[in-house]
């Protein structure tokens, strides 16, 4: 493994991360000629327009992958320019979702574009245990901040109070104390838990019996897969960017539009009491999800480098 970053100070203003970003670029172009590189990967963003300036001036091919939501406000302004001059020089951008491909589609017209999804973890993968008694829990798994939205599940809970069932969120993040107050605040302590830091998440799949899924806006929604692969029953946001992929409303489970915390309640409480229906998603959410083994995955990966390697 080659290190570009060596001997590189963080910059302190603008001029200091254009001078960065040029730098880089000049390392990489630099060691992809040295070392008769055939071919240039990027992920992310500022990375994919480095890989693809420095491909170009070695007269090489260059895949390139987005792997966040496109319309995030992290991206600074600077790279969002550069993406839309510089994409459409790269050979071929790989997406995760339906609606990313369908975002960059005009930025890169005659630009080759495939989707290929996050796969779902190998260690992972092999802890489903089918033995395991279901319990009546509804899980979220997610980091605790605003785009996640575990409040919504809460005010559902609140409005329901299903007899004999609990709430669980797994994560960690900065609206914890938040949560917990409004926990509190609906005194419902022995109801509705939030554990940090666990590290055999594996046993939560196993043992609950409804997934529920709240975010505002997702990259790609690696949770929600998880939880189908456990065969847990989901019911997700319709959020931008990868749900409605994993997700046909009513088939395999359920999508409620992002603002209508009337509906997702209504379909927790639909699911709670109909556990047919449960029984129904919970065999067609791990069908779906065995479309996302790390084996089909690579392999996908592999044909394309293969197709554009000299």
Not at 129 to 145: C, D, F, H, Y
Not at 186 to 215: C, G, M, P, Q, R
Not at 268 to 296: G, M, P, V
Request: positive net charge; charged residues 25%; hydrophobic residues 40%.
């Amino acid at each position: 493994m080659i290190s570009c970053f060596d001997d590189i100070d963080k910059p302190v203003s603008a001029i200091g991360s254009i001078k960065l970003n040029f730098d880089l670029t000049r390392r990489v172009s630099k060691i992809t000629k040295n070392e008769q590189i055939d071919l240039l990967i990027g992920f992310i963003t500022s990375a994919n327009i480095i890989a693809t300036v420095a491909a170009k001036l070695n007269h090489i091919p260059c895949l390139i992958s987005e792997r966040n939501n496109p319309k995030s406000n992290a991206i600074p302004k600077f790279w969002l320019i550069l993406r839309k001059l510089v994409y459409p020089l790269a050979n071929h951008l790989i997406v995760q979702t339906k609606n990313v491909k369908r975002f960059y589609e005009p930025i890169g017209k005659s630009l080759d574009i495939s989707i290929l999804p996050n796969p779902l973890s190998s260690e992972l993968s092999l802890l489903r245990n089918e033995s395991v008694t279901r319990e009546n829990i509804i899980l979220s798994v997610g980091r605790l901040n605003d785009d996640k939205q575990h409040y919504k599940l809460i005010n559902a809970f609140n409005t329901l109070k299903p007899e004999g069932w609990k709430v669980i969120i797994i994560g960690a993040g900065p609206k914890k104390t938040t949560l917990i107050e409004l926990i509190k605040s609906y005194h419902l302590e022995d109801k509705i838990e939030i554990l940090s830091h666990i590290k055999d998440i594996h046993n939560y799949y196993n043992k609950a019996s409804l997934f529920v899924f709240t975010s505002r806006s997702e990259g790609f929604p690696n949770a929600l897969l998880e939880a189908m692969h456990f065969s847990l029953p989901c019911i997700s946001t319709d959020c931008d960017y990868g749900p409605s992929d994993l997700i046909n409303d009513g088939v395999n489970g359920f999508l409620v539009p992002v603002d209508d915390q009337n509906l997702l309640t209504s379909k927790i409480s639909q699911l709670i009491s109909d556990e047919n229906l449960r029984t129904q998603f919970s065999e067609k959410a791990r069908e779906t999800s065995e479309h996302y083994t790390s084996k089909k995955v690579t392999a996908q990966w592999g044909a394309i480098i293969t197709r554009h390697i000299k």
